[in-house]
């Protein structure tokens, strides 16, 4: 056979084995197969989504990171800024429905959380005033009129929002001036907002706004630029400052809240105001979020304020329908009177004393929340806020027909976005405020050697504010029934006040010998102030500062604290105790300072506990702590 034959045979017999049909996969090979490939998919799904929760976990640390450090910086500044011609208010309060506060439920963190999770979450509030040069945020009406101080009032706190921003109602109500609800909405006029934990936009930690609110002290202006001969609008007799409108901006007529509900007594005309077609615009309020300009200064703050150690009368009628005070009656005899003026009765302790505390928490930029039965303001404590300008061109007002605001009727656009202004940081679940003396907890000290877990206390800074907990003994719960573990409570908190009578400490009397300042185991929280005798040197027996001169708690629970002036319950000795022949060293009562000076806290401590708005599917709390120094007074400075 040829070699030519032999090929053919060989490729012929190849071409016949590969026409031969090849086996297909079996049964087994095909669960085999797909069951990898679930697997492998299954795999890379979990490697994804561990990727994309570090992703986003890292994403919420960051925002949140990064949103704690401009409060820091943003607060620091402000602190730093801070004046002692004013004074200091610091509201410790737990956001408590006021409608079940005996049940004290607390709030919810989301709409996802369990019933029963409620936690009393802190909404404290920080006030205080700086100087420097301040402007109104507000829209000018005029380029050659702007609103500008150089004082101001700084206040921190949570806000209440009005409706939700994701569906504003059809027909929202028309902003009031004086924080009333309109009229025309479906809720009675006298609505006030719900509060925090209760059903409505406010009720969920995680939807909480905390505000930043800058409101200028100035006054009104006795000489305004020239009104143009070419301005229709405003008119010229609506061009001038009066106690309601300064620079063309609405004002609220005094600083403390309840005064300026009733002055100016002789309002003036509508057509002396911008605001035409606005009928409310009688007693501009802060509280209403769309003021940001108040009439006075601080000297006039201060006298109004140390009026009330002579015991001055209200100037208020006590039969003003708006003028409902949260303070109750001083001497416990009877919680259900309301003191409507400074009440001088001099049988109840320190009347002058609570008189100044009571104008101090009048200067908050609201009147407080309601307790049951007591009836105030229509939003109950806060400034209102808004997310975002919801009817900012006016078409809900006018029905969906697109008609926007008329030029005279420009200001309810402005008031838009003044509701949008003090917002500072939205998911703030809460904000928490305490200050110090700078004291330690010493080794000698009672309290501090009373139980092993205040042992630890020993070398610590000493805070102050309402009562906080901590798991001090490491078991791994915190048990705030009791004082063992309780690392923050009310200046002389700790205390049994009997331990402070007036022979011990105060210096009544001469000799020294006979009113000596208590000896060893001081208690931790008793703060001392020196002062100066005439010879230069420190006097022998410094003053205790008493805790009611700083705290005020209130029914609902809300601790006040105030700093600034002078100490009401400070008492010269009478100088027929005084014997001659003494040096000026020697306590000599005619040597006594006629007054005291309240001190201030040396540091404030500020916690704050975060989530990001944002991340709906899984909201997170952080915590963050900042410490700031006040700053000390200035030479010369009275305070």
Known sequence: MSVMK????????????????????????????????????????????????????????????????????????????????????????????????????????????DQ????????????????????????QLHESRQATANQARIWWGHGLRQWDDSSPPANPPVLRLDDQDDSTNA????????????????????????LRAEHLLTTPSPSVPPYPASLTWPTLQQWSDNPIQIGLQPTQSNLFWHTSQAEPVALPGAARLCRDGDPQVAHPLTASGLVDVINGNLSDVRAMILDAQANA?????????????????????????????????????????????????????????????????????????????????????????????????????????????????????????????????????????????????????IWH???????????????????????????????????????????????????????????????FVEYDLPSGQKSPVPWRLKGEVINDATPDGSLYQTFGYYDATFAPGSAAASTSGFSDNDFYVEFQPATMPVPWPKLIRVTVTLVDPSDTEDQREQTFQFVFEVPAPRAGSVN
């Not at 404590?381 to 061109?393: A, E, F, K, W």
Request: aromatic residues 8%; positive net charge; hydrophobic residues 35%.
């Open 465 to 527: 504010g309402l009562t906080r907990h901590s798991d001090m003994n490491f078991d791994g719960a915190i048990d705030q029934r009791v004082d063992n573990e309780a690392i923050v409570r009310p200046y002389l908190g700790f205390l049994d006040q009997t331990l402070f009578t007036a022979s011990s400490v105060r210096p009544t009397s001469y000799p020294p010998a006979a009113n000596p300042r208590p000896q060893g185991q001081t208690p931790s929280d008793a703060h």
């Open 313 to 461: 009368m209200s100037p208020l009628p006590g039969a003003h329908p708006l003028l409902q005070p949260y303070d109750f009656s001083g001497d416990g005899s009877n919680p259900n009177i309301v003191v409507t003026a400074f009440d001088p009765d001099g049988n109840r302790t320190n009347a002058s004393t609570n008189a100044m505390k009571q104008w101090m928490r009048y200067a908050l930029p609201a009147a407080p929340r309601l307790t049951p039965g007591y009836q105030a303001d229509a939003h109950g404590g806060r400034m209102r806020y808004q997310s975002l300008p919801v009817d900012y061109l006016g078409t809900y007002r006018n029905s969906g027909a697109g008609v926007t605001y008329a030029p005279t009727q420009d200001f309810r656009r402005t008031d838009q976005m003044m509701l949008t202004q003090s917002k500072l940081i939205a998911g703030c679940t809460s904000f928490i405020v305490e200050w110090s003396f700078g004291e330690v907890y010493k080794a000698n000290d009672p309290f501090v050697m009373s139980t092993p877990e205040r042992r630890r206390l020993e070398g610590q800074l």
């Open 6 to 113: 032999l090929l053919l045979l060989a490729g012929s017999d190849r071409r016949a084995r590969g026409a031969r049909p090849r086996p297909a996969f079996t049964l087994l090979e095909m669960l085999v197969a797909v069951g990898a490939v679930a697997l492998i998919g299954l795999g890379l799904a979990r490697v994804f989504s561990a990727t994309s929760g570090t992703l986003r976990a890292g994403k919420r640390i960051s925002l949140l990171n990064d949103t704690a450090a401009m409060l820091e910086r943003t607060l620091r500044s402000d602190i730093d800024a801070m004046t002692r011609e004013g004074f200091l208010v610091i509201v410790n309060e737990n956001a408590y429905d006021p409608g079940d506060f005996n049940n004290r439920r607390g709030s919810r963190l989301n709409s996802q959380a």
């Open 187 to 210: 809720t009675p006029q006298n609505e006030r907002l719900p509060y925090f934990g209760q059903p409505g936009p406010n009720q969920y930690a995680a939807d909480w706004t905390l």
């Open 116 to 139: 029963g999770s409620e936690l009393p979450r802190r909404i404290d509030q920080l006030m205080f005033f700086s100087e420097g040069q301040f402007r109104s945020m507000r829209a």
